[in-house]
């Protein structure tokens, strides 16, 4: 009886009709509900004029042929796209009320499923054909949708393994990556072998590997990473014994750590000296110092050492990495002595005003056991010469400048020199 | 006239049309051809001038060490087995795409596979491959050999400039070096001496590259990787960072000083020379103090004192981001500043230096930047405004990233009555 048309018209004046007396009621008669109320009158005028006339019925005045009326058209296909849009919509209301990424995350949605809404919009009005639209917004949308959904569930995959990996122990680490590193080859061979598999087959197994891999990975990523231990280092004791000398001196009383600075002590203090040689990460490349069966340092640098040695000299502010070998028999640690700073920042105040009461700049390595090795980083700020008359009681007698020295083993001494 | 007679006349007609749009198109490519010959005459013999320079003091191609001879030897002779193979190739190509272009022939029977000739074209080029790896890599391991050196100086690349420091040895010279000794963008050697260079950098990875005397070697911060240097003879080579090191990259240059073994000594020990202040009442006196407040913070002089007499210790770390600056002491016994990028020279008196004779160079490299020879107008403008002059990331509202240290020199609003002290006290550094 009524057109689709008419039946909208009728459904919007009776929706409209339904909130002006909604709001008029709401809203006591103000000037909004006679405002909204002429409105409606006017929208239910044009029902009704639409109505009696029929307008909106194509085929009441239309002499054209039934086929190439507009509503003899194919109706749209389904399409995931709209859904995909208000997802997006919502994804920014919620990121909006929430946390900006979010936001982000809602405009790429809402612009990825726009873009393919507009093109599959597009397409299904280039002919009558649904074959042939499908064909055209195959070659227009195809060479973007293929790249960038390759790219995105790739990264995707990724990013699932790395939530795998990042909770797994470092054993199961290196297994995992044997595994996966294992099925890969051997899924590969197996499908090379079988030129006739269909792909069909082909892709239901990537996409079963795929699902695992983000299925694991969500449960990981939840879970979250594995615990890394924390360990005190040295420079860890060393800051705590000069920064907070009273409660450091608590702790040795209480038998919680040995007394002393630790760059000092030949003594091992908890955590920082029990997972020694473990964080050597260079093999070559740097300096050796060695720490000789016979008690005494030595230097050993990349090529050839100089004839005539005083000392081992490294260029000022350069990081410097040295690998301390202990080829004694006990366990030992390597330390430096650079001096005791300047107390004062000011240039022209700081000139020659040393103090020699001040703590030393001290850094040095772990316990490590006979025939370990530990690297030790530092940077000498300073030139040696610049402490020529501030004695350094870590050197031999009388000495002044930097020193490394070996805790307990007062024949072990080797000068720093820095030009 | 028949008709079949017309006929005939007028297929002739078009016949000789034919031919002589035929043989016009001949002429046309003819004439084509001979002008592509032309430009490519001249693009090549353009190329082959533009590599005849005499003034090349980069050339790789110009070897003045032993270092820089084998790399030469190798690479000449890969160079000119891959120019043959290259000619080859190309040669082969350009005549089967003219041989087989398309004319409208049929399309050949397709065939798969001519093993004989595959494996022909597998193992010449691996012959070929084998022949060139032997050399190489007797080359490379010639070169990294480091038994043979006789002087150490360590190497340190900075954002931009080079730091040449010499540890105490018993090499370098007789009776060896007592005490350190500190110099930057020329590195002094002594000549026919295999020279161990210990190289790493403060900040970024550099490259150290003296192209006439040898290979080019990574300088990486935390690591110490080592460079065989040797000089045939005296004379000023001069080199560039080889790896992008940011602003200023184009800017950090490096030169060595071969100098005869007794010139070396005389240059070692015009280094060791206690200080000396300049004379009291002069120019350069007033010029000392500007240093010490406006430089002094950065550079380092050795054997500057204070008024109290303790030493006067520079923190470039304070201020500077890579935690240095030249070391000034002997400023005027290098030919050039800012990493050897501007003169100290004028050019009379640097063309002197670097066109000197073997026999000679030595010795007037030796009498340093001298009163007449001072080129002060660019020390002048650096020291008026070094940023203005050597790209450097030293605009004060700009050092967020670096906590507020420079990357180079900053602009230090000197006046120029304070640059005329400050030069009068440079011209005596030496």
Same mark, same amino acid.
């Given at each position: 009886?009524?057109?689709?048309?008419?039946?909208?018209?009728?459904?919007?004046?009776?929706?409209?009709?339904?909130?002006?007396?909604?709001?008029?009621?709401?809203?006591?008669?103000?000037?909004?509900?006679? @405002?909204?109320?002429?409105?409606?009158?006017?929208?239910?005028?044009?029902?009704?004029?639409?109505?009696?006339?029929?307008?909106?019925?194509?085929?009441?005045?239309?002499?054209?042929?039934?086929?190439?009326?507009?509503?003899?058209?194919?109706?749209?296909?389904?399409?995931?796209?709209?859904?995909?849009?208000?997802?997006?919509?919502?994804?920014?209301?919620?990121?909006?009320?929430?946390?900006?990424?979010?936001?982000?995350?809602?405009?790429?949605?809402?612009?990825?499923?726009?873009?393919?809404?507009?093109?599959?919009?597009?397409?299904?009005?280039?002919?009558?054909?649904?074959?042939?639209?499908?064909?055209?917004?195959?070659?227009?949308?195809?060479?973007?949708?293929?790249?960038?959904?390759?790219?995105?569930?790739?990264?995707?995959?990724?990013?699932?393994?790395?939530?795998?990996?990042?909770?797994?122990?470092?054993?199961?680490?290196?297994?995992?990556?044997?595994?996966?590193?294992?099925?890969?080859?051997?899924?590969?061979?197996?499908?090379?072998?079988?030129?006739?598999?269909?792909?069909?087959?082909?892709?239901?197994?990537?996409?079963?590997?795929?699902?695992?891999?983000?299925?694991?990975?969500?449960?990981?990523?939840?879970?979250?990473?594995?615990?890394?231990?924390?360990?005190?280092?040295?420079?860890?004791?060393?800051?705590?014994?000069?920064?907070?000398?009273?409660?450091?001196?608590?702790?040795?009383?209480?038998?919680?750590?040995?007394? @002393?600075?630790?760059?000092?002590?030949?003594?091992?203090?908890?955590?920082?000296?029990?997972?020694?040689?473990?964080?050597?990460?260079?093999?070559?490349?740097?300096?050796?110092?060695?720490?000789?069966?016979?008690?005494?340092?030595?230097?050993?640098?990349?090529?050839?050492?100089?004839?005539?040695?005083?000392?081992?000299?490294?260029?000022?502010?350069?990081?410097?990495?040295?690998?301390?070998?202990?080829?004694?028999?006990?366990?030992?640690?390597?330390?430096?002595?650079? @001096?005791?700073?300047?107390?004062?920042?000011?240039?022209?105040?700081?000139?020659?005003?040393?103090?020699?009461?001040?703590?030393?700049?001290?850094?040095?390595?772990?316990?490590?056991?006979?025939?370990?090795?530990?690297?030790?980083?530092?940077?000498?700020?300073?030139?040696?010469?610049?402490?020529?008359?501030?004695?350094?009681?870590?050197?031999?007698?009388?000495?002044?400048?930097?020193?490394?020295?070996?805790?307990?083993?007062?024949?072990?001494?080797?000068?720093?020199?820095?030009? | 006239?028949?008709?079949? =007679?017309?006929?005939?006349?007028?297929?002739?007609?078009?016949?000789?049309?034919?031919?002589?749009?035929?043989?016009?198109?001949?002429?046309? =490519?003819?004439?084509?051809?001979?002008?592509?010959?032309?430009?490519?005459?001249?693009?090549?013999?353009?190329?082959?001038?533009?590599?005849?320079?005499?003034?090349?003091?980069?050339?790789?191609?110009?070897?003045?060490?032993?270092?820089?001879?084998?790399?030469?030897?190798?690479?000449?002779?890969?160079?000119?087995?891959?120019?043959?193979?290259?000619?080859?190739?190309?040669?082969?190509?350009?005549?089967?795409?003219?041989?087989?272009?398309?004319?409208?022939?049929?399309?050949?029977?397709?065939?798969?596979?001519?093993?004989?000739?595959?494996?022909?074209?597998?193992?010449?080029?691996?012959?070929?491959?084998?022949?060139?790896?032997?050399?190489?890599?007797?080359?490379?391991?010639?070169?990294?050999?480091?038994?043979?050196?006789?002087?150490?100086?360590?190497?340190?690349?900075?954002?931009?400039?080079?730091?040449?420091?010499?540890?105490?040895?018993?090499?370098?010279?007789?009776?060896?070096?007592?005490?350190?000794?500190?110099?930057?963008?020329?590195?002094?050697?002594?000549?026919? =001496?295999?020279?161990?260079?210990?190289?790493?950098?403060?900040?970024?990875?550099?490259?150290?590259?003296?192209?006439?005397?040898?290979?080019?070697?990574?300088?990486?911060?935390?690591?110490?990787?080592?460079?065989?240097?040797?000089?045939?003879?005296?004379?000023?080579?001069?080199?560039?960072?080889?790896?992008?090191?940011?602003?200023?990259?184009?800017?950090?240059?490096?030169?060595?000083?071969?100098?005869?073994?007794?010139?070396?000594?005389?240059?070692?020990?015009?280094?060791?020379?206690?200080?000396?202040?300049?004379?009291?009442?002069?120019?350069?006196?007033?010029?000392?103090?500007?240093?010490?407040?406006?430089?002094?913070?950065?550079?380092?002089?050795?054997?500057?004192?204070?008024?109290?007499?303790?030493?006067?210790?520079?923190?470039?770390?304070?201020?500077?981001?890579?935690?240095?600056?030249?070391?000034?002491?002997?400023?005027?016994?290098? =030919?050039?500043?800012?990493?050897?990028?501007?003169?100290?020279?004028?050019?009379?008196?640097?063309?002197?230096?670097?066109?000197?004779?073997?026999?000679?160079?030595?010795?007037?490299?030796?009498?340093?930047?001298?009163?007449?020879?001072?080129?002060?107008?660019?020390?002048?403008?650096?020291?008026?405004?070094?940023?203005?002059?050597?790209?450097?990331?030293?605009?004060?509202?700009?050092?967020?990233?670096?906590?507020?240290?420079?990357?180079?020199?900053?602009?230090?609003?000197?006046?120029?009555?304070?640059?005329?002290?400050?030069?009068?006290?440079?011209?005596?550094?030496?």
């Amino acid at each position: 009886m009524f057109t689709t048309g008419s039946k909208f018209l009728i459904g919007a004046s009776a929706v409209a009709l339904l909130a002006t007396v909604i709001y008029g009621v709401g809203q006591d008669g103000v000037l909004g509900t006679i @405002g909204l109320a002429s409105a409606t009158v006017g929208l239910m005028a044009l029902t009704a004029l639409n109505a009696i006339l029929r307008d909106s019925n194509v085929f009441l005045d239309d002499d054209a042929p039934v086929e190439n009326t507009a509503a003899a058209q194919p109706a749209p296909t389904g399409s995931v796209w709209p859904f995909g849009f208000a997802s997006g919509a919502v994804v920014v209301a919620v990121g909006l009320v929430s946390y900006q990424p979010v936001v982000v995350i809602g405009v790429v949605v809402l612009l990825a499923t726009g873009a393919e809404w507009t093109v599959h919009a597009w397409a299904e009005r280039a002919s009558s054909d649904g074959v042939h639209n499908a064909k055209v917004r195959s070659r227009l949308s195809n060479p973007l949708e293929y790249p960038i959904g390759g790219a995105v569930a790739l990264g995707i995959i990724i990013y699932g393994f790395s939530r795998i990996i990042l909770s797994l122990g470092k054993t199961n680490t290196t297994v995992a990556f044997f595994v996966a590193a294992t099925v890969v080859v051997v899924v590969g061979f197996m499908i090379a072998s079988r030129p006739k598999l269909g792909s069909a087959a082909v892709g239901s197994v990537m996409a079963v590997g795929a699902i695992a891999v983000v299925a694991a990975g969500t449960v990981t990523g939840i879970r979250g990473e594995r615990d890394i231990a924390e360990f005190e280092t040295t420079t860890i004791w060393q800051e705590e014994a000069l920064l907070h000398p009273e409660e450091y001196a608590a702790g040795a009383a209480e038998g919680k750590h040995p007394a @002393g600075l630790i760059c000092e002590s030949p003594e091992e203090f908890p955590e920082a000296d029990e997972r020694a040689s473990e964080t050597v990460g260079m093999k070559s490349g740097t300096y050796q110092v060695l720490l000789s069966e016979s008690g005494t340092l030595d230097f050993d640098p990349p090529g050839e050492k100089e004839a005539g040695a005083v000392g081992m000299v490294i260029p000022r502010s350069s990081t410097t990495n040295v690998i301390f070998r202990n080829d004694s028999d006990e366990h030992r640690r390597l330390s430096l002595d650079l @001096g005791r700073p300047y107390t004062v920042t000011d240039y022209e105040s700081e000139i020659g005003n040393l103090d020699e009461s001040a703590p030393p700049t001290q850094i040095c390595t772990t316990l490590i056991e006979p025939g370990g090795a530990q690297l030790l980083t530092f940077k000498a700020g300073e030139p040696s010469f610049a402490y020529e008359s501030i004695p350094n009681p870590n050197g031999p007698p009388g000495a002044d400048g930097f020193w490394f020295f070996v805790p307990g083993v007062d024949t072990a001494k080797l000068e720093l020199i820095v030009p | 006239m028949s008709a079949r =007679t017309d006929v005939a006349n007028h297929e002739g007609t078009r016949e000789r049309a034919a031919r002589a749009t035929t043989s016009l198109k001949t002429v046309t =490519t003819r004439t084509q051809g001979a002008r592509l010959a032309k430009v490519g005459g001249v693009v090549v013999l353009t190329g082959l001038i533009a590599g005849c320079a005499k003034n090349a003091p980069q050339d790789t191609f110009q070897p003045r060490g032993t270092n820089a001879e084998r790399i030469n030897d190798l690479a000449l002779p890969v160079f000119y087995i891959a120019g043959v193979v290259g000619v080859i190739v190309l040669g082969v190509i350009a005549w089967t795409v003219m041989r087989y272009r398309d004319r409208g022939q049929p399309i050949p029977v397709q065939t798969h596979g001519k093993p004989a000739l595959e494996i022909a074209l597998t193992i010449l080029p691996a012959l070929i491959l084998i022949g060139v790896a032997i050399p190489t890599v007797g080359t490379v391991m010639a070169l990294n050999d480091t038994d043979d050196t006789e002087c150490v100086v360590n190497v340190t690349g900075q954002q931009w400039w080079w730091e040449f420091d010499y540890p105490v040895q018993d090499g370098c010279m007789p009776g060896g070096i007592t005490e350190p000794i500190v110099t930057s963008g020329q590195m002094a050697i002594p000549v026919d =001496t295999n020279v161990l260079i210990r190289g790493t950098s403060r900040d970024v990875i550099h490259s150290f590259w003296i192209p006439r005397l040898n290979g080019k070697r990574d300088m990486v911060p935390g690591r110490v990787h080592n460079l065989r240097m040797q000089a045939n003879e005296p004379g000023l080579y001069a080199g560039q960072c080889a790896e992008f090191c940011g602003l200023s990259h184009a800017n950090m240059r490096m030169e060595v000083a071969a100098l005869t073994q007794d010139g070396f000594n005389r240059w070692a020990a015009n280094q060791l020379e206690a200080y000396e202040s300049p004379v009291e009442g002069t120019v350069a006196a007033d010029g000392e103090s500007a240093f010490v407040t406006n430089c002094s913070s950065c550079h380092q002089v050795n054997g500057l004192e204070a008024a109290d007499g303790n030493p006067i210790i520079s923190r470039p770390d304070v201020g500077v981001y890579p935690g240095a600056a030249p070391n000034l002491t002997n400023l005027m016994t290098r =030919t050039d500043f800012a990493g050897a990028s501007w003169s100290l020279l004028r050019e009379e008196c640097r063309k002197e230096v670097w066109e000197a004779e073997p026999d000679q160079f030595t010795d007037r490299y030796l009498e340093g930047v001298t009163d007449d020879c001072f080129n002060e107008v660019d020390l002048r403008e650096w020291l008026r405004n070094a940023p203005a002059k050597k790209p450097m990331y030293a605009d004060p509202t700009k050092l967020a990233e670096t906590g507020g240290l420079y990357r180079g020199m900053p602009y230090l609003a000197l006046s120029e009555d304070q640059i005329d002290l400050l030069l009068a006290y440079l011209l005596e550094r030496k």
